[in-house]
């Protein structure tokens, strides 16, 4: 045995693990609907906290900003959109959650149908700050941040399935590998009492 000597070449288990780091980057990077370009735009913009406490501080700065859409109506111009703002996801897309930044509002110079983008749906978009916007939620004065939309992307909705609401339907029943899968070619019927 030769001591002090070290190969300089990478083994092969380094080279698999920076292969496999490299696929998942660019897989994660290829499942965004936005092109790179535009994700390098918005790469260090401000939170949606700071754009909504002082607008017209980021006036003209690109952002990228999601949620679900709360109430869309036709202008003269075009279409707004409030959205209440929620955090995106690695792919881009707004994470349910009861937490949310607050509301903003989109402005496009393009007639979006109402009945596609309407109340509930989930939203991305890309834009510039242009300023804020007063309004109102029920009796309170509110501020938005008012975003020039260049980008959007409106997200499938969650179709639920009505297969899982059937109570003879639990994990393990009928699914191979899975508890009582491998002996049970069918669920068992329902039983009342």
């Not at 994660?28 to 607008?55: H, T």
């Not at 020039?148 to 339907?169: F, G, M, N, Q, S």
Request: hydrophobic share 35%; net charge positive; aromatic share 10%.
């Amino acid at each position: 045995m030769v001591q002090g000597s070290r190969s300089t070449h990478p083994s092969l288990s380094d080279r698999g693990s920076s292969l496999a780091y490299l696929a998942l980057a660019l897989l994660l990077a290829a499942c965004s609907p936005f092109p790179k370009e535009v994700k390098k735009e918005v790469q260090n913009q401000p939170s949606f906290a700071a754009i909504q406490s002082k607008p017209s501080v980021y006036r003209h700065r690109p952002v990228m900003l999601g949620g679900t859409i709360l109430y869309a109506k036709h202008r003269k111009h075009g279409t707004y959109l409030e959205v209440l703002e929620q955090e995106l996801n690695a792919y881009d897309r707004p994470i349910p959650s009861d937490k949310t930044g607050g509301r903003f509002l989109v402005g496009t110079s393009s007639l979006l149908d109402l009945k596609v983008y309407s109340r509930g749906r989930d939203i991305t978009i890309v834009g510039r700050v242009v300023g804020s916007q007063p309004g109102r939620i029920g009796e309170r004065p509110y501020t938005y941040p008012l975003i020039a939309a260049t980008d959007i992307h409106l997200w499938r909705e969650h179709v639920e399935d009505d297969h899982w609401k059937d109570p003879r339907v639990e994990w393990g029943w009928g699914y191979p590998g899975m508890d009582w899968g491998m002996g049970w070619p069918m669920m068992p019927p329902m039983t009342f009492w």
